[in-house]
């Protein structure tokens, strides 16, 4: 909002980390000509902020920690990637991480006290009861409507209604909301839901920023076989720059820093030091220059779950 001077008051920001998928909001707001009632931010909001850089963040974790590339491996359900799929071939560091300036959710359950069973499929989860953080985020709640609308292909009448989620009422038995992808895990953690979609960067840095709660979330939880989960990716959350406290050549060195830093040692003499991750507690290696193309990629998913409502959830158990 300080960006867009939505308050009536010139812009007063010159860079922000933005969510990518408020981004792509705006574009598809833009592209049909709308402005979503109640809202602060003008409609033009994307015209005034340039993306320019996106952190690379190494999600290995997720696979020693709650095993879910194996899941995804494992699984014997062929579930096509969602179509608005941004993939970003680069995914090797210069460590030698798995990682790339995209990220995706991870569908996770609690560790079953038999070991050797096989993790669950989405088909086997309906019914179940889902924690659900906001309606309008992406990466625990539109992505979930969207893969349930793979799964209930050509029933779509089921999805009518005002709900906040058509999709996830009429696939689960009960929809929790939680507030927050921490507030969802601790629900499944708690047994008090069946499953959760939790932004894979979140997740991430739970089983990163301490060992003692690393080993707290890896002894309860586990990642759920859903292989649209491994193939879907999207970009990261952008660092945008505004056009109109900043010239184009401003926006570009400011761009070029960004994805220079990584190569700067403590003395910032970058023929010196080797590369270094920027923060080992929340696993960003580096950042890379991006552009406004994956961000408007993402204005398809708004298309297709267009017709449901956003904002009531009233009717849900919180």
Same mark, same amino acid.
């Given at each position: 909002?300080?960006?867009?001077?939505?308050?009536?008051?010139?812009?007063?920001?010159?860079?922000?980390?933005?969510?990518g998928?408020e981004l792509g909001?705006?574009?598809?707001?833009?592209?049909?000509?709308?402005?979503?009632p109640?809202?602060?931010?003008?409609?033009?909001?994307?015209?005034?902020?340039?993306?320019?850089?996106?952190?690379?963040? %190494?999600?290995?974790? #997720?696979? @020693?920690?709650?095993g879910?590339? =194996? &899941?995804?491996? !494992?699984?014997?359900?062929? +579930?096509?990637?969602?179509?608005?799929?941004?993939?970003?071939?680069?995914?090797?560091?210069?460590?030698?991480?798995?990682?790339?300036?995209?990220?995706?959710?991870?569908?996770?359950?609690?560790r079953?006290?038999?070991?050797?069973?096989?993790?669950p499929?989405?088909?086997?989860?309906?019914?179940?009861?889902?924690?659900?953080?906001?309606?309008?985020?992406?990466?625990?709640?539109?992505?979930?409507?969207?893969?349930?609308?793979?799964v209930?292909?050509?029933?779509?009448?089921?999805?009518?209604?005002?709900?906040?989620?058509?999709?996830?009422?009429?696939?689960?038995?009960t929809?929790?909301?939680?507030?927050?992808?921490?507030?969802s895990?601790?629900?499944?953690?708690?047994?008090?839901?069946?499953?959760?979609?939790i %932004?894979?960067?979140? #997740?991430? @840095?739970?089983?990163?920023?301490? =060992? &003692?709660?690393? !080993?707290?979330?890896?002894? +309860?939880?586990?990642?759920?076989?859903?292989?649209?989960?491994?193939?879907?990716?999207?970009?990261?959350?952008?660092?945008?720059?505004?056009?109109e406290?900043?010239?184009?050549?401003?926006?570009?060195s400011?761009?070029?820093a960004?994805?220079?830093?990584?190569?700067?040692?403590v003395?910032?003499?970058?023929?010196?030091?080797?590369?270094?991750?920027?923060?080992?507690?929340?696993?960003i290696?580096?950042?890379?220059?991006?552009?406004?193309?994956p961000?408007?990629?993402?204005?398809?998913?708004?298309?297709?779950?267009?017709?449901?409502?956003?904002?009531?959830?009233?009717?849900?158990?919180?």
């Amino acid at each position: 909002r300080s960006m867009t001077g939505s308050d009536g008051q010139a812009p007063a920001v010159d860079l922000a980390a933005m969510c990518g998928v408020e981004l792509g909001r705006h574009y598809f707001d833009r592209a049909v000509g709308r402005a979503r009632p109640g809202s602060e931010i003008p409609s033009d909001a994307a015209l005034l902020c340039q993306p320019i850089a996106a952190p690379v963040v %190494d999600f290995s974790p #997720l696979s @020693a920690g709650v095993g879910f590339r =194996a &899941a995804q491996r !494992k699984a014997n359900v062929l +579930t096509p990637p969602p179509e608005f799929t941004v993939v970003d071939d680069e995914r090797t560091t210069h460590d030698g991480t798995e990682s790339s300036a995209w990220y995706t959710s991870v569908l996770v359950t609690r560790r079953p006290s038999a070991s050797g069973e096989a993790p669950p499929t989405l088909e086997q989860l309906k019914g179940k009861t889902f924690a659900v953080n906001e309606a309008a985020s992406w990466s625990g709640c539109m992505l979930m409507r969207l893969l349930v609308r793979q799964v209930m292909m050509g029933d779509d009448a089921a999805f009518s209604g005002s709900s906040a989620w058509p999709e996830l009422d009429a696939y689960f038995g009960t929809v929790r909301v939680s507030g927050s992808h921490k507030a969802s895990l601790e629900l499944v953690m708690a047994g008090e839901a069946d499953c959760a979609l939790i %932004d894979a960067a979140v #997740l991430t @840095a739970e089983l990163t920023a301490d =060992a &003692a709660r690393a !080993k707290e979330v890896t002894a +309860t939880i586990r990642a759920a076989a859903v292989p649209a989960l491994e193939a879907a990716r999207w970009p990261m959350p952008p660092i945008v720059a505004s056009r109109e406290r900043l010239c184009p050549y401003a926006r570009g060195s400011i761009q070029r820093a960004l994805a220079e830093m990584h190569r700067h040692g403590v003395d910032d003499d970058a023929s010196k030091a080797a590369p270094q991750r920027l923060s080992d507690s929340q696993s960003i290696v580096r950042f890379v220059a991006v552009g406004a193309a994956p961000y408007r990629v993402l204005a398809a998913a708004f298309e297709e779950l267009q017709p449901a409502a956003t904002e009531d959830v009233s009717a849900h158990e919180t």
